[in-house]
């Protein structure tokens, strides 16, 4: 069984900073990807960061340059950068981890942690 959790979240003014953690617990396996997901109120759920293979991020567009995925193997977390907040930011944030046994993939979510950029 496997458990990510995630934290960091909270209400902050815009151009302000905040780092997410997001990590796992249980029978953790090689652990492929670390992804930071967001949904906003009243829309679909979007990638915001991913991080694979330990060095190969990704970024949506209107974070890149503010907001930097990193990630500890030794704690089995990835953590969430963000910087330059705008109050577009504001969302439920879910990390999400595919890990690997053997030749199967299995992926895992977090329960989500809320952020509130206010203008």
């Known amino acids: 069984h496997v458990q990510l959790v995630e934290s960091g979240g909270g209400l902050v003014q815009a151009g302000e900073s905040l780092r997410l953690s997001c990590a796992a617990s249980g029978t953790i396996f090689s652990i492929n990807s670390m992804d930071w997901y967001r949904q906003a109120p009243g829309k679909q759920r979007e990638l915001v960061a991913g991080?694979?293979?330990?060095?190969?991020?990704n970024y949506i567009d209107s974070v890149k340059g503010r907001f930097t995925i990193s990630r500890d193997n030794a704690k089995n977390t990835v953590y969430l950068q963000m910087d330059s907040l705008k109050p577009e930011d504001t969302g439920d944030y879910y990390c999400?981890?595919?890990?690997?046994?053997?030749?199967?993939?299995?992926?895992?979510w977090g329960q989500g942690t809320q952020v509130t950029v206010s203008s």
């Open positions: 991080i694979a293979g330990g060095v190969y991020t």
């Open positions: 999400s981890m595919t890990m690997r046994r053997g030749t199967r993939e299995y992926l895992y």
